[in-house]
């Protein structure tokens, strides 16, 4: 019987470091989070707006979920300002949180009426886990509470 012979040590013991050495060490690092697309909003009489989840992100990958609904206030101005403007410019004024958030493409309805704020522009943001902001939906008017 004929023993098997390494033509070349050096070669071998090359081909095992490399393929032993090669990857990456310790955990995995996660794909970095796509914004969402923009919460569809539209107002609901006078202090409610009705929400529909977005179900996937800008990348058009579907979205798992939405960790915050944030609702952005910018105060009257001269011109009605773009939504960007409003999420650059505005102030958070209320959020609500998992779990008492629907799934993505569900409803959701919030209701303002706590919010004291003059007349003014506001927008509703979708907030993917890691605080990764989505695109901010359409602005609605919004009206002074005294009216």
């Known amino acids: 019987m004929r023993s098997f012979r390494l033509a070349n040590p050096l070669?071998?013991?090359?081909?095992?470091l490399i393929s032993f050495g090669c990857g990456r060490k310790g955990d995995p690092i996660p794909?970095?989070?796509?914004?969402?697309?923009?919460?569809?909003?539209?107002?609901?009489?006078?202090?409610?707006?009705?929400?529909?989840?977005?179900?996937?992100?800008?990348a058009g990958a579907p979205?798992?979920?939405?960790?915050?609904?944030?609702?952005?206030y910018l105060p009257l101005g001269l011109v009605?300002?773009?939504?960007?403007?409003?999420f650059s410019r505005g102030e958070v004024v209320l959020e609500r949180r998992r779990p008492d958030l629907?799934?993505?493409g569900q409803t959701l309805?919030?209701?303002?009426?706590?919010?004291?704020?003059?007349q003014g522009w506001i927008v509703v943001v979708a907030v993917r886990?890691?605080?990764?902001?989505?695109?901010p939906g359409v602005v609605l008017p919004w009206l002074d509470p005294a009216f």
């Open 63 to 72: 979205l798992v979920g939405v960790e915050i609904v944030r609702v952005l």
């Open 31 to 58: 794909r970095p989070r796509a914004a969402a697309l923009p919460v569809e909003a539209q107002l609901q009489g006078l202090r409610q707006v009705r929400l529909r989840l977005p179900t996937a992100d800008v």
């Open 102 to 104: 629907p799934g993505p």
């Open 109 to 118: 309805v919030m209701d303002l009426k706590s919010l004291q704020r003059p």
């Open 11 to 16: 070669l071998a013991f090359t081909l095992s």
């Open 80 to 86: 009605k300002p773009t939504p960007d403007e409003v």
């Open 129 to 135: 886990l890691g605080d990764v902001a989505g695109r």
